[in-house]
């Protein structure tokens, strides 16, 4: 069991949270939360209509169709800086037709991305959420939807175009702080079991990579009494972590596909603008 921790979340909802802190994002920033939890923000039946929609519109392949030629643990909808960012012509055009598509994507829905970015603007009092951009205007995709077949993990690791990707010739790169913003559409469930994202309560620096690299974070994390928190996400739940919190999900089993909304946030105490991106 890992240790008993005070480590705790900012919840349930964003009249709660900011009476009792007026800048979680900040409080985010430093460490002292491994999360903020917004209950129920999207409905559970829009979360089912939408991935309906996405399985008759052949954006998703249904995890029953055994004998599909297609065996990709995971699935992506939109367009991710992480996966083309070494083309940015290409990464900048790919996003140009996701912004096109999710503009009838969610028609008939409530818009899950705006969802999404209004409860962060709400958040974040007296600053402006926008999709990130470049200098010549031209925007990142809004967010992307991640549909994660049966098998999938993410093994410790940190997200950051700062400090892992070095994204020098991209705007994000400016930001101090990288947070991700994750609305649960479906939860992968095997029985009672569901797997959920642990955080860690350790901010990466360079001297925690070496057990990152070679398998040795639990280890490491045991050793030193690190307390985490894990986030019990129900399907239109929605929640931001700092990104630089070492962060792992357990292999997923179950026959329904872990599905997401997904976003990355930059961040900067003194910055106006938070960028949203994917
Ligand atoms: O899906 C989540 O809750 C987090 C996934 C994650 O860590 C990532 O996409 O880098
Ligand atoms: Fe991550």
């Known amino acids: 069991m890992p240790p008993q921790t005070t480590w705790l979340p900012a919840e349930p909802d964003i009249a709660t949270i900011l009476a009792q802190d007026p800048d979680p994002l900040g409080a985010l920033a430093r460490g002292e939360t491994p999360a903020i939890v917004l209950r129920q923000v999207y409905a559970p039946d829009q979360c089912q209509g939408l991935l309906r929609r996405f399985r008759n519109w052949g954006l998703m392949r249904d995890p029953i169709a055994l004998n599909s030629a297609d065996q990709r643990k995971r699935i992506d909808i939109g367009t991710s800086l992480g996966n083309r960012g070494h083309d940015k012509e290409g990464f900048l055009e790919h996003a140009q037709a996701t912004h096109e598509l999710f503009a009838h994507l969610f028609d008939g829905f409530v818009d899950p991305v705006r969802t999404l970015y209004a409860a962060l603007q709400a958040l ?96 490491f994390a045991r050793e030193a009494g690190m307390g985490q928190f894990r986030v019990e996400l129900a399907p239109g739940d929605l929640y931001f972590f700092n990104t630089r919190c070492i962060h792992e999900i357990p292999p997923l089993d179950g026959d329904d596909p872990r599905s997401v909304l997904a976003v990355f946030i930059g961040y900067s105490p003194d910055d106006g603008e938070i960028f949203v991106w994917a």
């Not at 990288?178 to 469930?189: E, H, K, M, S, T």
């Not at 620096?205 to 040795?216: F, H, S, V």
């Open 124 to 219: 974040a009092p007296g600053k402006s959420v926008t999709t990130a951009y470049e200098p010549d205007g031209r925007r990142y995709g809004p967010a992307i939807f991640r549909i994660h077949y049966e098998q999938h993990s993410y093994p410790p690791h940190i997200d950051s175009v700062k400090l892992r990707e070095q994204r020098t010739d991209y705007a994000v790169y400016r930001f101090e702080h990288q947070f991700a913003g994750i609305l649960c559409l479906q939860n992968a469930r095997h029985g009672e079991r569901s797997a959920q994202t642990i955080i860690h309560q350790c901010l990466w620096t360079p001297e925690i990579q070496p057990y990152i690299a070679d398998g040795a974070f639990h280890d």
